[in-house]
């Protein structure tokens, strides 16, 4: 056994993108359309820069040949060419070629890549003939403008625009308005003013199949212009530089390409089945040197020291020898390995070892990958992975690929069942999987990942089909893996244990590929560790949902900041994520994100703290019930995947009671784990933390019953109110004693703000307990704005909730100062005058007109104290109250209500003296100062005098 190879990234030189990992899906996607509009990847546009990566094959040679003698006169090329390909098969590359050889000429003579082939030719001169293109996928069947006022909406439209510009249409201006072929001597007219002139039409199946929706007399568009290119190969071959060069898909007979129908395209093979001359421009081994072109600079042309080029060549060829030496030498790989032909194909297909050609060559059999894109890019990201890694193997191997590697992996997964991750998860890329723990067995196994290169290996040829893969046979891994740094007996080895050890790497007839047919348990197992964390969190999330009623709490799922949360009037059950819990290390965390909710709604102050109920789960709990839920989606993802299992009866019998008990496994873990209930706190205690016991496993209630019955059992949830509760001074305390009325409007907010009331279902409790309470005498419904000027609307009469408002205007005053009020109002009706007093909580009250001391105002406190009430003579009052202080804007809101307006709806006299100062780095827009703020100080003070502005 030979060692005598160097490291494949010191002998070439990948491209400057590759070299940085800057690998996109664009630059191996060419576009005809991008070329035309000078856009997109510069490799493909720019002449220069696309020959630099272009290796002309031999039948693109020879195609270009014919293009240019024809175009120039230099040859006798055929007038009609039609490229076709197998799908993916370099088609948009030939014909970006044949435009830049055309379009480009001079640049392209010029071009080192092409100058020797003119030469040979004895061509001195490039086309001077213009180029028409039309991409059939890009352009619709739509007008399109070309320049003001001139619009083209058909194909010959477009090509006698450029053709031969604005006179060149005016040629055919009428049929491509009428949308009408235009007949063969106006075709003539076109080509002999043009002077000739490349034509190529792209994708013209997908074109027609659309153009068959547009009706022209009584034909369609699609009808036109099968007409219009029958026309037009016919008459191209009567001009001496006139080439039409055309893409038609190659079919089997049931495969479409793009849009085209099967129809469509065997109609337009007819047409130009007459004429033309089929060109492939990519057969054979020349796809190894299309892809070293494109994915490496060519050979010699990254160094001009001429010794560093020898030793290079020097260096690749020992290489090469050290591998053939070494294939003859094993008994293992395929005897085809070990032929002359073999050994001359690691010239071609360097720095790749032809294995890996051949094995992606049969992945790209795959319809999901488009072969000849999909295939660079593959290998380009194989590349810009192992130069990261400063790779040290001689050739690259099948083996060499890392499936760690996200993009390449993803590029793979693609070509099969996404269930395969849970495979490779298993038994390649996972922390302890079975490749990497086996590798560890020696440390020629850990350098060079014997068993995990096997592994990927096999799963390559599982790309070719999914799980109706032929597989690999153990030489065919053998081959792929081999180098001559590896003893003999190693690979055999390893074979044999994946075969014997590995969880997802089936073997049917001695071949090798992926598939999922261990044991139940194993699989079960398997699957638990293929479901990530990411995965349990999301389905966790959903099986929460499952177990919340959408009322009477509006479920809110983990939010992820306060700001996720409305500060809105309904009752909400906030359940808190699975990482924010109550327990010794979570506890302070949790308790301040709760809070931060409890407070804030995304950066205003919350006002409705009192509709918020947070339901919080037990830290000890709460990794029992991700690893249900793994298990749960365990047993579901082989439940899906069964087929692929080959589950024998017994087994889905077993696999269905491991599901359903996992169901339910998962159910009561959620509600042992979510037990504590919080709120807002009151007496001091900013928060409220019970915890509600773990329910019988039996039960039958949901997450959001259990909340409901544990607050109703705590008396912070009501469902009904009694009426002496809105007037008795200490319990709820929402209607102080020295207040004489209390405002509808304000009272619902009151329990949606203090968090020292219970939380009622909604308004309709308020409603009821007001129909109650009105009904027994206990207070009056009146309408007004303050106690003094209240009119009594219902007082011990029947009423119906749908009569009562809780809005501006209405109000409550005690059944005392309702009978006084009834007593002024028969007094007056009788004609008399009403000059006495009564008694208003224990205090006489004289009405004072214009006075709002008895207007009402907001439960004194959310803590649970409330102020005295008015007493003797003996009691202390303050009579005056004065206060500076600097606002944030952010707090305006509660600054108003708690003080501002408390203390202007009790004082006779109020002064508020209002400084603003305001400034905006970028400026304040003219729309809110002129149309918002100063016509505010108009409206009020009729004049905007006050407001100073500094423009500076």
């Not at 800057?22 to 696309?50: C, E, H, I, M, T």
Request: charged share 25%.
């Amino acid at each position: 056994m030979t060692t005598t190879t160097t490291p494949w990234r010191n002998v070439v030189t990948p491209h400057d993108n590759i070299k940085q990992g800057k690998v996109k899906q664009s630059d191996f996607a060419a576009s005809l359309a991008d070329v035309l509009n000078s856009s997109g990847n510069p490799d493909y546009f720019d002449p220069v820069r696309f020959f630099n990566r272009t290796f002309l094959t031999g039948g693109l040679r020879q195609l270009a040949g014919e293009v240019v003698g024809r175009l120039t006169g230099q040859g006798d090329g055929d007038a009609v060419m039609q490229i076709q390909t197998p799908f993916g098969g370099g088609k948009t590359h030939t014909l970006i070629t044949l435009y830049h050889l055309v379009k480009n000429g001079r640049a392209c003579f010029d071009h080192p890549a092409l100058k020797e082939y003119w030469f040979e030719r004895g061509w001195k001169t490039p086309p001077a003939v213009p180029v028409a293109a039309f991409d059939g996928n890009q352009i619709g069947v739509g007008a399109v403008e070309l320049e003001p006022g001139l619009s083209v909406q058909t194909m010959w439209g477009h090509l006698a625009w450029q053709l031969a510009g604005k006179a060149g249409y005016e040629l055919v201006r009428n049929f491509d308005a009428d949308r009408v072929s235009p007949d063969g001597n106006d075709i003539d007219k076109l080509l002999k003013f043009s002077k000739g002139g490349l034509i190529i039409l792209d994708e013209v199946a997908n074109y027609v199949e659309t153009a068959a929706a547009v009706s022209v007399a009584d034909s369609t568009l699609a009808a036109q212009t099968r007409t219009f290119l029958q026309r037009l190969t016919t008459r191209a071959g009567q001009h001496e530089r006139v080439i039409v060069v055309a893409t038609l898909p190659r079919s089997d007979g049931t495969q479409t390409h793009g849009t085209a129908s099967l129809q469509v395209l065997q109609a337009l093979q007819e047409v130009f089945g007459r004429v033309q001359k089929v060109r492939e421009p990519v057969q054979g081994d020349e796809v190894h040197e299309i892809i070293r072109r494109r994915l490496f600079v060519p050979f010699g042309q990254d160094t001009d020291d001429k010794g560093t080029r020898t030793k290079k060549a020097n260096n690749q060829d020992a290489t090469i020898q050290a591998y053939i030496a070494d294939l003859k030498a094993r008994p293992q790989i395929p005897e085809s390995a070990k032929e002359r032909d073999y050994a001359e194909r690691f010239k071609k297909s360097y720095p790749f070892h032809p294995s890996l050609l051949d094995i992606l060559n049969l992945v790209g059999a795959n319809p999901k990958l488009q072969r000849t894109r999909g295939v660079l890019r593959v290998l380009a990201l194989l590349v810009a992975d192992l130069l990261k890694k400063s790779h040290n193997g001689g050739l690259i191997q099948a083996s060499d690929i890392d499936l760690t590697h996200e993009e390449l992996r993803s590029e793979l997964l693609e070509l099969v069942d996404r269930e395969f991750r849970s495979a490779l998860e298993a038994d390649i890329i996972g922390a302890t999987a079975n490749a990497p723990e086996l590798d560890k067995q020696s440390p020629l196994m850990t350098q060079w990942h014997v068993a995990a290169g096997l592994a990927t290996t096999t799963f390559l040829f599982t790309c070719e089909a999914g799980n109706g893969s032929r597989g690999a046979t153990p030489a065919e891994l053998h081959l792929a893996s081999a180098r001559p740094e590896i003893d003999f007996g190693t690979i055999p080895g390893v074979v044999l244990q994946m075969k014997e050890r590995f969880h997802f790497i089936n073997t049917e007839g001695e071949r090798f590929r992926f598939s999922t047919t261990p044991n139940l348990n194993r699989i079960l197992l398997d699957a638990k560790n293929g479901v990530d964390d990411e995965q349990v969190r999301e389905r966790l999330g959903a099986e929460l949902r499952k177990l919340l009623s959408a009322a009477p709490l509006s479920p809110y799922v983990w939010p992820e900041s306060s700001g996720d949360i409305a500060d809105s009037a309904s009752n909400k059950l906030v359940v808190m994520p699975p990482e924010r819990t109550l327990g010794v290390a979570n506890r302070a965390e949790t308790q301040a994100a709760v809070l931060d909710i409890l407070n804030k709604s995304g950066t205003a102050t919350r006002t409705r703290r009192n509709t918020l109920v947070f339901l919080i789960a037990d830290e000890s709990e709460v990794a029992a019930l991700k690893e249900r839920v793994r298990g749960l989606l365990a047993t579901e993802n082989v439940d899906t995947n069964r087929e692929r299992h080959n589950l024998s009866k017994t087994q889905i019998t077993q696999l269905q009671t491991e599901k359903a008990n996992s169901s339910k496994g998962v159910r009561q873990q959620i509600l042992r784990a979510y037990r504590h209930a919080a709120w807002g706190g009151s007496n001091g205690d900013p928060l409220k933390i019970l915890d509600m016991g773990q329910p019988p496993a039996t039960t039958d209630q949901n997450l959001t019953d259990l909340v409901v019955a544990f607050l109703k059992d705590k008396q912070k949830y009501l469902e009904q109110i009694a009426p002496i509760l809105l007037v008795h001074p200490r319990k709820l305390q929402v209607w102080p004693e020295e207040e004489a009325a209390l405002s509808l409007k304000a009272l619902p907010n009151y329990f949606r703000q203090f968090t020292h009331l219970p939380i009622l279902k909604d308004d309709d409790v308020l409603k009821q307990s007001i129909v109650e309470g009105v009904s027994m005498g206990t207070f009056a419904l009146c309408e007004g704005a303050t106690a003094a000027d209240a009119k009594v609307v219902h007082y011990k009469d029947k009423i119906a909730a749908t009569g009562v408002s809780l809005e501006d205007g209405h109000l409550l005053i005690r059944g005392a100062l309702a009978e006084q009020k009834l007593v002024e109002q028969k007094a007056k009706d009788a004609g008399g005058t009403f000059i006495g007093t009564g008694p208003i909580g224990g205090v006489t009250v004289v009405a004072q007109p214009g006075g709002t001391s008895n207007g009402g105002t907001a439960p004194v406190g959310a803590t649970g104290t409330s102020a005295k009430p008015v007493g003797g003579a003996k009691d202390k009052k303050a009579r005056r109250v004065s206060l500076d202080a600097e606002v944030p804007f952010t707090d305006f809101h509660t600054f108003y209500t708690g003080i501002i307006n408390a203390l202007g709806r009790n004082a006779d006299n109020i002064k508020i003296v209002v400084r603003v100062e305001a400034s905006a780095e970028n400026g304040f827009s003219p729309t809110v100062i002129e149309d918002t703020v100063k016509e505010t100080l108009f409206n009020l003070f009729r004049s905007d005098d006050l407001l100073k502005i500094d423009e500076e």
